[in-house]
């Protein structure tokens, strides 16, 4: 493994002032060895200028993995979100046109992180249908690659969402977390990403909060214009009972209370 001490960055290889591409069969070696162990350290940032970042980037001649590759990520759970409770994800990626494919499960807790390459992405979907897990969000980014010595750097952008940089390491020893943290944060700082820049939500958490929240108002005016349309096509044979008006049940309780009072009988 290469060095992760910063002052080991100047290396003759990282002052060439390009990128190094790695060539297709480099590249599956590169995974085994960037993309391997338990845990993981991450930081996330976010960009206003992507490309502005990428020219820091590549003056520290990072070997480029790949680049502009269409990432999908399908999210498994269960009905009822056990996997989500328990923090945990479950995760079938693909990538192209690079034909990278992994099975990824997340958690417990933000550094457990384990990754495993695949041949056939439908297949292993098939596999954890028969589980008993199903499909529950499809994540959709574009994004490139670069490894820095023993760290990678990943650039995204997520349509809606917005462009982002991390910066990461796994290892199987936890002993290191604490001393891989700052060395990542000190190299975010050789990079221009400042602190007021990190995210700390997941891609996943951020497409879930840019879904619109349930509205059970809204819910309920959509099957109150089926069954009215229901009851044009029967030539209007289907009585259909209007919606009440926002606060009108409060009204008629109240209303009646005061019709029970007035009467002597109890309050509800």
């Given at each position: 493994m290469r060095s992760c001490d910063p002052d080991a960055w100047?290396?003759?290889?990282?002052?060439?002032?390009?990128?190094?591409?790695?060539?297709?069969?480099?590249?599956r070696k590169a995974m085994a060895t960037h993309f391997q162990g338990r845990f993981e350290v991450e930081f996330k940032y976010r960009l206003t200028d992507s490309a502005a970042f990428v020219h820091t980037l590549t003056a520290l001649s990072p070997e480029v993995m790949v680049a502009d590759n269409h990432e999908q990520d399908c999210y498994f759970d269960t009905a009822d979100g056990a996997l989500a409770r328990a923090e945990k994800s479950l995760i079938i990626r693909t990538m192209a046109?690079?034909?990278?494919?992994?099975?990824?499960?997340?958690g417990p807790g933000p550094d457990r992180c384990e990754a495993v390459n695949i041949?056939?992405?439908?297949?292993?979907?098939?596999?954890?249908?028969?589980?008993?897990?199903?499909?529950?969000?499809?994540i959709d980014k574009r994004r490139s690659i670069y490894f820095l010595g023993a760290f990678h750097v990943t650039v995204d952008h997520l349509a809606g969402v917005g462009d982002f940089a991390e910066l990461a390491i796994m290892t199987d020893d936890e002993t290191t977390l604490p001393a891989?943290?700052?060395?990542?944060?000190?190299?975010?700082?050789?990079?221009?990403?400042a602190p007021?820049?990190?995210?700390?939500?997941?891609?996943?958490?951020?497409?879930?909060?840019?879904?619109?929240?349930?509205?059970?108002?809204?819910?309920?005016?959509?099957?109150?214009?089926?069954?009215?349309?229901l009851a044009d096509l029967q030539g209007g044979t289907t009585a259909v009972r209007p919606l009440p008006r926002q606060g009108h049940l409060?009204?008629?309780?109240?209303?009646?209370?005061?019709?029970?009072?007035r009467r002597g009988g109890p309050r509800s």
């Open positions: 100047e290396s003759p290889a990282l002052l060439l002032g390009c990128p190094i591409h790695l060539p297709f069969g480099s590249r046109p690079s034909g990278i494919r992994l099975w990824i499960v997340k041949t056939d992405a439908d297949k292993a979907a098939s596999m954890v249908r028969t589980l008993g897990y199903q499909p529950v969000l499809t891989y943290r700052a060395q990542l944060l000190a190299l975010a700082s050789r990079l221009g990403l007021e820049m990190r995210e700390t939500r997941s891609y996943r958490t951020l497409c879930e909060q840019r879904a619109p929240p349930f509205d059970k108002r809204q819910q309920e005016e959509s099957a109150h214009d089926r069954q009215t349309r409060l009204h008629s309780g109240g209303q009646a209370r005061a019709g029970r009072e």
